[in-house]
């Protein structure tokens, strides 16, 4: 597509449920990257993904966050038993790839809310 | 921890002065560091890059600056539009640089007023 795309735009979700968050990044990029944004703050990092080599998974915050992508395209970001403080934007970027600087494009994010 | 941080929140100038955001990093290895415009309910947006072999790029009305003796980066906006109005992000890529992953300051708004 001509963007990345995130789906959906707004989730809540009551405390101990599980969330599932698509990105679509732009076809033909090969890095994926998935990064979070807590209210008034920065983004943090939490995965990546390059071709078909194995995930950086250094940035995720707990074990109930999980994610993966298939056949090289759509990416899915699933965090289980949520708690409140897993609320925040969660934003997609994708890539030519690894490392090509400046080249990241964001999606839009999903807006995320434990209640 | 790695951080690159922002000085000022909340930065409010009038439309047509000139705009300046700065920005602390901490790991003087980092070797790319990127300015990003995030406008509401947007991912961020590239705005401009600089490698740290650099200390000025310039782009279409702004220009960033890289003072590595004191790990400090700097966001000259020319001619403040009222579209101008953001929350701008700096980031940088430690090492190792090839994993692209980017370490995010907290954000400073810039406000326009008309």
């Known amino acids: 597509g001509a963007g990345v795309s995130q789906s959906p735009s707004n989730k809540v979700t009551e405390k101990g449920k599980d969330v599932e968050l698509r990105c679509d990044p732009i076809?033909?990029?090969?890095?994926l990257y998935w990064y979070r944004q807590s209210l008034g703050q920065g983004l943090e990092f939490l995965i990546y993904?390059?071709?078909?080599?194995?995930?950086?998974k250094s940035g995720l915050p707990s074990d109930r966050f999980s994610a993966e992508r298939t056949g090289g395209s759509v990416s899915t970001l699933t965090i289980q038993r949520t708690q409140q403080e897993d609320s925040a934007v969660y934003l997609c970027?994708?890539?030519?790839?690894?490392?090509?600087?400046?080249?990241?494009?964001f999606g839009s994010g999903t807006r995320l809310t434990v209640v | 921890g790695e951080s690159v941080g922002l000085h000022l929140p909340t930065l409010s100038v009038q439309e047509g002065d000139n705009s300046i955001i700065n920005c602390a990093y901490s790991?003087?290895?980092?070797?790319?560091f990127i300015w990003y415009k995030q406008e509401s309910g947007k991912g961020p947006q590239f705005i401009i890059d600089?490698?740290?072999?650099?200390d000025k790029r310039q782009g279409q009305r702004v220009t960033v600056l890289l003072n590595k003796t004191v790990k400090h980066l700097s966001l000259q906006i020319a001619a403040t539009q009222p579209g101008d109005s953001a929350v701008y992000f700096c980031a940088e890529i430690p090492p190792p640089s090839n994993t692209g992953k980017l370490i995010f300051g907290q954000g400073t708004t810039l406000q326009v007023k008309p």
């Open positions: 790991n003087s290895a980092s070797d790319y």
């Open positions: 600089i490698r740290s072999n650099m």
């Open positions: 970027a994708s890539s030519p790839r690894v490392g090509v600087r400046g080249l990241y494009t």
């Open positions: 993904f390059q071709g078909n080599s194995a995930p950086d």
């Open positions: 076809s033909g990029h090969t890095a």
